[in-house]
């Protein structure tokens, strides 16, 4: 099994900054990416940003040139840096892993990011 921890989340000004971290442990071999979804209330659950394996990435539409998502491998922890912050960014947000083997997906608890007008 794969055990994440989520943290970072909170309450900010729009144009601020917070950066989520997501610390993965238990069987964290096979892992193909890491990533970080969210979700708005009445809202499916969306992409952010996601990181492979092989360190490519991808975005949403609407937060590049703001998000930054990064891996540090000694630490098996993914990190979402969140940068001009907008209210639309309101949301839970998810870090999920996924595996080459079943069960395929893992996802935290989830953390808050609030942004304020």
């Known amino acids: 099994q794969v055990q994440l921890v989520e943290s970072g989340g909170g309450l900010v000004q729009a144009g601020g900054s917070l950066r989520l971290s997501c610390a993965a442990s238990g069987s964290i071999r096979s892992i193909n990416a890491m990533g970080w979804y969210r979700q708005a209330p009445g809202k499916q659950r969306e992409l952010v940003a996601r990181i492979t394996s092989g360190d490519s990435t991808n975005y949403a539409d609407s937060v590049k040139g703001r998000f930054t998502i990064s891996r540090d491998n000694a630490k098996n922890t993914v990190y979402l840096q969140m940068n001009s912050l907008k209210p639309e960014d309101t949301a839970v947000y998810y870090c999920?892993?996924?595996?080459?083997?079943?069960?395929?997906?893992?996802w935290g608890q989830g953390t808050q990011v609030t942004v304020s007008s």
């Open positions: 999920n892993v996924m595996r080459v083997t079943t069960p395929y997906n893992y």
